[in-house]
Structure formats: C-alpha cells, structure tokens
C-alpha cells in the first residue's frame, strides 16, 4: 500500500482558505485518493475522493498533479467547526491489496 | 439513511469476560473493516471483510476474532479480553476495499479493567 505523508498540523483563521498537501510517491496506477475529516471521538467522515486533475464537490476540491504523487485538499472559507484531524489515503485500485492504512493526519484548528 | 451503526457505543467490562461489538450497515457494501483508535496510534485496522465469509487480517488481529456470515453484518468478537484493548473502535464499510468512499460508525469506547 502507497504510504502518504501530511503535515502533522496547521493552524488558520476563520474565512481563510486552507490547502492541506498530501505526498504520496509510490501511488499505483489505479489507487484513488480519498480524504476524511474526523473530530474528536467520532468516526472519520468521507470529504472527497479523486483519480486525477481537480474534483470539487460542497465542501471542498482535491487537486492531482499529472504524475499523481502528491495531491492538495482545498478547503473554502473556513470556519470553526472545520478544526478537524484530516486523512489522505490512498488505495483502492486493487493492485495494493485490500488492507487500509491511516496515516497521522492533519490537525487543522481553525482560530476566530 | 445510509449508515453503518455500531452497538454498544460505550462498554465496560471485565478482563477475560467475552464480548462482542456488533457492526450493522444498509448499503449493500461488499468491504467491511474494524478499526481501533489509540491517543498517538491513529486509526488501525484490526480485520477486514471482503464479502460474506471472506475475512483477513488488518495490521493489528491479535486477540480479536470477527465473522461476515451475512453482508450487513460484521461483528467484533474478544473472546478474552485484556486491558490492552481499551480503545475506541470503529466499524466502517465501503463499496471497495483502501479506504474509498466509507461510511463509519459512531465508535464503541471499551473499557477493559
């Protein structure tokens, strides 16, 4: 399984954007990149998924380069109740088992 | 609602009392798996499940048993309990296996004392 690497926080302030980076260097062909959200004591909680390019949905847009070694969370405007740990994983694609693999996460605290 | 639920969400029990933490989703999901989470640790997956009566060992198995004998279901057995597994579980499924797309349930607390 492709191991990813985040920062281990980030701190910004209500209104802000914020873009969380993910580095994922040993990404197989066929492996989507999914992010979640997770606050204390609750399970994590799907955000967005991608393959390539940009997708955006309601809540946020994931960025791919062409070689799709790392990928960029953008989260618009944010507010206090975005002060969350987010996960990038990768995975999926069949070609790298059937295992799942947290990483660390990023601690975002969103500051009024 | 598509949802995954978990029961019980908080349990205290006794070490090598049996007990099992019933996982339940109603998507018709193939992909089930069993997580632990430590303060530190982050989120390990314990088992998997990739259909009815396929299951396999996530990165931490030991003390813990699980069974898929219908889709929706995936329970979490310890058979004998030790302190060490107080932690906080979750059950999550998913159309696929990695991590794609999964809906979580709320947690079970355990307490093992």
């Known amino acids: 399984l492709a191991k990813t690497t985040q920062p281990i926080s980030m701190d910004s302030y209500e209104g802000q954007e914020v873009n969380i980076t993910c580095s994922h260097n040993?990404?197989?062909?066929?492996?989507?990149i999914t992010w979640y959200q997770q606050f204390p004591s609750q399970g994590p909680r799907f955000i967005i998924q991608?393959?390539?390019t940009k997708v955006t949905n309601e809540v946020a847009s994931l960025f791919i380069p062409a070689d799709r070694k790392s990928s960029t969370l953008s989260l618009p405007r944010v507010s206090l109740s975005d002060t969350a740990v987010y996960y990038c994983?990768?995975?999926?694609?069949?070609?790298?088992?059937?295992?799942?693999?947290f990483g660390a996460g990023t601690r975002l605290f969103v500051k009024a | 609602e598509a949802q995954v639920t978990q029961n019980p969400r908080y349990l205290i029990t006794v070490t090598g009392k049996k007990l099992t933490v019933t996982c339940s989703q109603n998507?018709?999901?193939?992909?089930m798996s069993w997580y632990r989470q430590d303060p530190g640790l982050g989120l390990r997956q314990i088992y998997y499940?990739?259909?009815?009566?396929?299951?396999d060992k996530g990165d931490v198995p030991e003390g813990y048993k699980v069974s898929r004998k219908e889709k929706r279901n995936f329970p979490l057995i310890l058979e004998s309990p030790s302190p060490n597994q107080t932690s906080l579980y979750f059950c999550?499924?998913?159309?696929?296996?990695?991590?794609?797309?999964?809906?979580f349930g709320q947690g079970t607390r355990l307490t093992v004392v």
């Open positions: 999550a499924s998913s159309l696929r296996p990695g991590g794609t797309e999964a809906f």
């Open positions: 040993n990404i197989a062909t066929n492996d989507y």
């Open positions: 991608g393959y390539k």
């Open positions: 994983l990768v995975g999926g694609g069949n070609t790298g088992g059937f295992k799942t693999i």
């Open positions: 998507m018709n999901h193939e992909y």
């Open positions: 499940s990739m259909n009815v009566e396929v299951t």
